[in-house]
């Protein structure tokens, strides 16, 4: 068994280290994969998947 922590929730706003303009973006889905948890964030009509937003 593998103990993954979540730091986040769907609707969760969060800023990405490496984004420039610094937007904010809402956290949409959480995908739980084998050794990892992907955030899919929505920032307007732009979408992105992101392993580790912390």
Do not use: A, W
Not at 3 to 30: A, C, G, W
């Amino acid at each position: 068994m593998i103990t993954i922590e979540n730091n986040f929730s769907i609707e969760d706003i969060v800023y990405l280290k490496h984004d420039i303009e610094q937007l904010p973006r809402m956290i949409i889905e959480i995908r739980i994969k084998k050794y990892d948890i992907l955030y899919e964030v929505q920032s307007g009509i732009n979408i992105s998947v992101h392993h580790d937003l912390s």
